[in-house]
T-cell receptor, first 116, second 113 residues
Framework: AQKITQTQPGMFVQEKEAVTLDCTYD???????LFWYKQPSSGEMIFLIY??????QNATEGRYSLNFQKARKSANLVISASQLGDSAMYFC?????????????FGTGTRLTVIP | DVKVTQSSRYLVKRTGEKVFLECVQD?????MFWYRQDPGLGLRLIYF???????EKGDIPEGYSVSREKKERFSLILESASTNQTSMYLC????????????FGPGTRLLVL
């Protein structure tokens, strides 16, 4: 079974609007971490935000926030006030205790396009 | 700032050639990883290493080998390159701390003709 599922291959958002990128995960472990990365056309993976399974508050980093719903096993990324530079691929990833050595499981990604 | 560098951004090789992809990190991280990225498949783990001279297979190790002789350097080797190994290769490193993320290099786009 897929550990990480991103069901949106592509998303469009108007500049200055907010957008939510979906991510669901599957693990039987109680202790795990969820990550979001951004990959611009240059290719480098840029870490955006982290949520631990025991964190009580949803993670926020500037314009990025993570809508963590543990019972639903979802960890959606919300980008507020979209900018043209936000156009990129976005990957959700998970690390659980079963994977060892800090291995990450990645979803297939969502390509976000910000429209001027 | 963490810096992970990869020896080449673009590489063109011929079928059957031996290919070396080098990765160096400057943060004294214990863990290092090699992924390949293909459209629609996300990132798939090829090999990882949690210490010098230690290596573990990831999800798709076939056709690849790795070497970690020094803590800061992790090499991916394609013993006999094939066209189905045309891909984007990403190296990453991380510390063993629980919340620590992986830091990625810029990637190498490999084309095997």
């Amino acid at each position: 079974a897929q550990k990480i599922t991103q069901t949106q291959p592509g998303m469009f958002v108007q500049e200055k609007e907010a957008v939510t990128l979906d991510c669901t995960y599957d693990t039987s472990d109680q202790s795990y971490g969820l990550f979001w990365y951004k990959q611009p056309s240059s290719g480098e993976m840029i870490f955006l935000i982290y949520q631990g399974s025991y964190d009580e508050q949803n993670a926020t980093e500037g314009r990025y926030s993570l809508n963590f719903q543990k019972a639903r096993k979802s960890a959606n990324l919300v980008i507020s006030a979209s900018q043209l530079g936000d156009s990129a691929m976005y990957f959700c990833a998970m690390r659980d205790a079963l994977s060892g050595a800090n291995n990450l499981f990645f979803g297939t990604g969502t390509r976000l396009t910000v429209i001027p | 700032d963490v810096k992970v560098t990869q020896s080449s951004r673009y590489l063109v090789k011929r079928t059957g050639e031996k290919v070396f992809l080098e990765c160096v990190q400057d943060m004294d991280h214990e863990n290092m990883f090699w992924y390949r990225q293909d459209p629609g498949l996300g990132l798939r783990l090829i090999y990882f290493s949690y210490d010098v001279k230690m290596k573990e297979k990831g999800d798709i190790p076939e056709g690849y080998s790795v070497s970690r002789e020094k803590k800061e350097r992790f090499s991916l080797i394609l013993e006999s390159a094939s066209t189905n190994q045309t891909s984007m290769y990403l190296c990453a490193s991380s510390s063993i701390a629980g919340r620590e993320t992986q830091y990625f290099g810029p990637g190498t786009r490999l084309l095997v003709l």
